[in-house]
């Protein structure tokens, strides 16, 4: 099917089961354990042995030799693969850095061997037999010192570009009545998921099977077999569950790479886990940034001149944090300009973390947006809604496709009492904490991607859908059987989905917020397919026939949908392809982010108290599970604002708080209420579902809300993060 035309009516229009609260399909399963995570299966195949890996100890330089005599006779031993003996590898078309080092070392805690062993614990002890001489060369590890080094990327994803100018940003920037120059910054970040990046590997002849946490089947299997050197149809990936990814489970990282070497030198299945430190300097990060926004105004509010400068830090051939993207969208102003430079530096992998670019953006421009109101004298809110835009402000002849920023806005004032809110900082106080609001824009692009699905009816009126999609907690499994059981009028509990397997058809996989609206995209065309084979079969008219109530109907007769399509039952496959709306409309996510803190008038601790979001996003498939995605994402939001920060060690180039201990995360007594509120919307240029993503929606300002609110609990302005409490306690008002 290609989508190259806004959708009209149709079948999900009806909404008896999409668009309902319904419960997840896979709950009981999550609930009870039984949902088979890669690291739990002991029941695909036998005789699993257990790999360990050991990570380089310096961050830069070469493996002068390596002595495996000690680890090789240790207890247990079956193998050790290293770079010399694994034969000649490949590179990933995802991968920046090697997934195997040697003799030459990238980075920290890069893998240089796996030990397989019998049991978990040999592996480990004989991986920590094994010496390595290095011959350690002087790296580059601190983003401030290496800023003035940075160049233009060489490379972008897709068609971004590093730099844009619209007018004369200079000339109106100087000639504004009211300016702001202002630098931000922001640190490295971890995903820190709850379940480690793992895998099991077997071989059979020449075909390798893996069991995997992976975010997107067919990009990581073509990666396996080309670091591997083997037809990619040799290779078979399966990751029906995953225990979190926000992007750190995206492409093929060591856990696979090392199983697969591993259980083609121990000659048995191997399963290889990543132990904390590996998963926060082996595995990918968001990189840290600094910000330098300038906007320039007229006296009443009016943006002349807006610029935004990223620098962001990664390896060699690595891609920047695409934090000005944003930026280039959101508010208006004639004049403009944004730029991102990159340096190098020789810290861990680079990549995607949930909302990518606007993530870190947004920390900064929302932050800077509130010092101009303050400037100005204006409401946030007000001076927000003041320069809205209809169309993209780089290209005013490109309308957006919807654009309720300002109905989010006005809506979140209300909800939360903002015309409660004390203007003036610090003037609001709970007995020993001072009280204070923030609010944020948020925004997030939408993207979408090709993606297939194979849908079959059975003689008992069942349906089954399987796509290559994955569930990395969202809730695909529900929405795409909410989508089934729309298009083919049954009830849910009639439909079976399978996903993560890559002999289903090739999906648009999770990630970047393209999920949820291109995986049931995917259903509707194969489910679209299958109704037209039903009217062959039953000699109706496609277009004058009904699916409802798990019957058939046409021309003033009904038949059970299982009569309709016999014993033998019928089976369709196919995939949206989506045009070029895309470039025709700017397909954009929006939201507001309100948020009340207390900051204890003493110490400088700070308490959420209540946060509320409100999204515009297309249509909402399924509520619970979208309010489910987006009060994970504020929360994600608030560890960014408040605490989450990779400490690098600038002598030896790894990240120190490397486990979850030392790694600090929101829990749920850090944040008493959240509230979500999704807007009333449909998006015909999106998709034939008319909705878009909004998991990433949901993190994208949240800090910069929180910190607003403490800047006017307390009148300190912090503009880098996270905001502990060493940043304010010495600037806090006298305690009466």
């Known amino acids: 099917m290609k989508f190259d035309t806004p959708a009209t009516t149709n079948p999900i229009d009806r909404l008896t089961v ?45 493996i002068g030799a390596m002595d495996l005599r ?121 995903h820190a998921m709850m379940e480690p990046h793992a895998s099991i590997a077997a071989w059979e002849g020449d075909r390798l099977m893996v069991w995997s946490a992976n975010q997107m089947i067919d990009w990581s299997r073509g990666d396996i077999a080309l670091t591997l050197g083997i037809p990619k149809d040799k290779v078979r990936l399966v990751s029906p569950y995953i225990g979190g990814g926000f992007g750190g489970k995206l492409f093929v990282r ?67 944090e695409v934090a000005v993207m944003q930026t280039r969208l959101l508010y208006a102003g004639a004049n403009r300009l944004t730029a991102m430079r990159l340096a190098v530096l020789d810290l861990p992998e680079g990549n995607a973390m949930r909302a990518p670019g606007e993530a870190s953006g947004m920390m900064a421009l929302e932050i800077a947006m509130d010092e101009m109101a303050e400037r100005l004298g204006l409401d946030p809110v007000e001076f927000r809604i003041r320069n809205d835009s209809q169309v993209d402000p780089e290209n005013p002849g490109r309308p957006f496709s919807q654009r309720r920023l300002v109905e989010c806005l006005r809506a979140g004032a209300a909800r939360f009492g903002w015309d409660r809110r004390q203007a003036r900082a610090g ?61 083919m009028g049954v009830p849910i509990e009639h439909v079976s989905v399978r996903l993560g397997d890559s002999r289903f058809p090739v999906s648009c996989g999770s990630g970047g917020q393209w999920g949820g609206n291109s995986s049931t995209s995917g259903v509707y065309a194969a489910c679209a397919k299958l109704r037209e084979a039903v009217a062959r079969r ?11 109530a798990g019957h058939v109907s046409w021309a003033g007769r009904s038949v059970p949908l299982g009569e309709a399509v016999g014993a033998q039952g019928l089976e369709a496959e196919d995939a949206v392809e989506f045009g070029d709306l895309d470039k025709e409309y700017q397909q954009s996510t929006f939201g507001a982010h309100f948020v009340e803190v207390g900051v204890d008038a003493a110490t400088g601790e700070v308490r959420v108290r209540r946060m509320l979001a409100v999204c515009a996003a297309g249509r909402i498939l399924n509520p619970k599970t979208a309010r489910s995605q ?35 995360v929101p829990v749920h007594a850090d944040i008493p209420e959240q509230e979500v509120i999704f807007l009333d919307e449909v998006d015909p240029t999106s998709s034939p579902m ?35 409490l060493d940043k304010l306690i010495d600037r806090l008002p006298a305690v009466a």
């Open 254 to 320: 060591a856990d696979a790479l090392l199983a697969a070497l591993g259980a083609r030198a121990a000659g048995r299945p191997v399963r290889v886990s990543l132990p904390r430190p590996l998963i926060f300097n082996n595995t990918t990060h968001r990189p840290a940034t600094i910000q330098r926004i300038r906007i320039g105004t007229t006296g009443d509010g009016a943006i002349t001149a807006i610029g935004h400068e990223s620098w962001s830090g990664d390896l060699p051939d690595g891609e920047p």
């Open 70 to 190: 000690a680890a090789k006779a240790a207890a247990g031993v079956i193998a050790i693969v290293t770079a010399e003996n694994a034969g000649k590898l490949g590179q990933g078309k995802f991968n920046t850095a090697r997934l195997l080092a040697g003799p030459d070392i990238q980075h920290y805690h890069q893998a240089i061997a796996v030990v397989v062993a019998e049991t978990f614990e040999q592996a480990r002890a004989a991986a920590h037999l094994i010496r390595v001489d290095y011959a350690a060369a002087e790296g580059t590890f601190d983003l401030a010192a290496a800023k003035d080094s940075a160049t233009k990327p060489a490379k972008m994803t897709g068609d971004a570009k590093p730099d844009t100018s619209v007018g004369d940003f200079a000339a109106a920037f100087a000639a504004a009545p009211v300016k702001l120059d202002m630098t931000y910054t922001t640190p490295d970040q971890s």
């Open 630 to 664: 987006v009060i994970g994402a504020m929360t994600m939001g608030v560890g960014a604002a408040l605490m989450e920060d990779l400490v690098v060690d600038r002598r030896r180039g790894f990240f120190v708080n490397h486990d979850l201990a030392g790694y600090e």
């Open 690 to 724: 008319k909705a878009k993503g909004v998991g990433e929606l949901g993190i994208c300002g949240v800090a910069a809300a929180v910190a607003n609110a403490i800047h006017n609990a307390t009148g300190v302005r912090v503009r880098d993060y996270p905001i502990t």
């Open 18 to 62: 999409v668009g309902k609260p319904l419960d997840r399909v896979d709950g009981p399963l999550k609930t009870t354990g039984t949902a088979p995570y890669a690291n739990d299966r002991h029941d695909v195949v036998a005789n699993q042995a257990h790999g360990y890996v050991l990570g380089s100890a310096i961050a830069k330089g070469r």
């Open 538 to 548: 039953i000699g109706a008219d496609p277009a004058n026939i009904e699916f409802t």
């Open 427 to 487: 003037a609001n106080r709970d007995g020993g904490w001072l009280i204070g609001q923030g609010v944020a824009a948020a925004f997030r692009n939408n993207l979408v991607m090709k993606s297939a699905a194979r849908v079959r009816l059975d003689g008992r009126s069942k349906v089954t859908v399987e796509t290559d999609m994955t569930d990395i907690g969202t809730g695909s499994y529900t929405i795409i059987a909410q989508t089934a059981a729309e298009m």
